[in-house]
């Protein structure tokens, strides 16, 4: 069985300058009102198919989804328990484990909040063409301290068979640790959603650090994705992304939310984790109680 990090954080909530003011101070932070997204930032998702966010979280907020965290992993046996549809840890083999867990909003009353979010759902929704928003899935991934490993170059729509169409989807990306370039930040390669699916490019692809300067035509600019504790990020579901590993003394923990329209449809011939639990007919709205409805056009 694979080893479970703790949580092992000591944060400092303020930086202080020489002559003592307080600089930035994280529960000030935490607490003001920040826009989720502002026009720019729509812009900029639109031109490179990803874009940091603003805060989601409070700091008590994010404590409570850490110690939601920990319970789940560590009552995975549970079976008298509502449980996630997977846990499982990737890369056990190579001593460079990365943990995910696929809904775990199923398993736990915090991480249900956190994906019925109105705010967040309010700003996926500028993001995506559509009068609904319903949760595909979600996903968990954490990288240990010290020895948390890596998740490989990938788009996200070539694995998510059972959805048509496949250049649409938008996925929320929120921080439960401050994760910089010490601990396993994403990395993204700017306008990749406008491609198709090139997802056998990215599988010759033998390290995150192998992209090449040039693919079809396209320069390719890599740029990494470091996200505050309690801060959302978005990106396409084309667009091309991996992480790092997590050479640092923190863990880094995060948990997307991959959402779709009332345009996205069962495509029957197509494989998921998550098909058993589609009821709706071939070519139908993919609906149901796994895919909650988070948002409406008022
Ligand atoms: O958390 C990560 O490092 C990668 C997550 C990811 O691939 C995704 O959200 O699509």
New binding site residues.
Partial sequence: MAHYPGNGLSEGSALLSDSGRILFNHEQTLTMENPILTDEQIAAFQQNGFVKGGRVLTADEVDELRKELDRVVHSRDDESIRQPVRISVWGEQSRKPVWQIVNIWEASEAFERLVRNEKLADAVSKLMDGNELRVWHD?I?IKPAEYGGV?SW?Q?SPYWGTVHPTDRQV?A?IALDEVGEDN?C?RMVCGSHRWGSQIEFLHTLKSLDGMPSEHNGHPLEVRLCPVSKGEVHF?HSLTW?G?HENRSSRPRR?L?IHYMTENHVFNAEGDHLMKPFIHVKDRETITGDHFPLVWRRG
């Fill in positions: 996903q991934q998740n990938h996200d996925s990306w396993g994403m990106h992304h992480s995060a997307a």
